[in-house]
């Protein structure tokens, strides 16, 4: 089975740091791409980071974390890494890893791209 599973959400003050795993199972071989995204309270799922090995730029990040947020991936063990660094309130939320699997050739940030989805792990960045 194509698996997503999340981990090492947490509270932080602002300025910290937090690194965000998710272990992807059932991929191998299918050309998926991935992503990161996250619900804040009372906003819509965005696409914070993004992962296509087809993508002329394989990463993409949202402009609101460019330079503090680090899409990563140990291919070894197929797993996803987000690390994020300066932390902000407007960073909590509830965040989701995500692969589809349609072909596409851009790293996209979509939601609707995304077909499989992770549980999510929270986010709390507050004083």
């Known amino acids: 089975a194509q698996e997503l599973v999340e981990s090492g959400g947490g509270e932080v003050q602002p300025g910290g740091s937090l690194t965000l795993s998710c272990a992807t199972s059932g991929f191998s071989g299918s050309g998926a791409y991935m992503g990161w995204f996250r619900q804040g309270p009372g906003n819509y799922r965005e696409g914070v980071a993004a992962?296509?090995?087809?993508?002329?730029?394989?990463?993409r990040y949202a402009d609101s974390v460019k330079g503090r947020f680090t899409l990563s991936r140990d291919n070894a063990k197929n797993i996803m890494y987000l690390q994020m660094n300066s932390l902000k309130s407007e960073d909590t939320g509830m965040y989701y890893c995500?692969?589809?699997?349609?072909?596409?050739?851009?790293?996209?940030?979509?939601?609707?791209?995304?077909?499989?989805w992770g549980q999510g792990t929270q986010v709390t960045v507050s004083s």
């Open positions: 992962w296509n090995a087809r993508g002329s730029s394989p990463i």
């Open positions: 995500a692969a589809g699997t349609l072909g596409l050739k851009i790293a996209t940030l979509a939601n609707a791209d995304y077909r499989y």
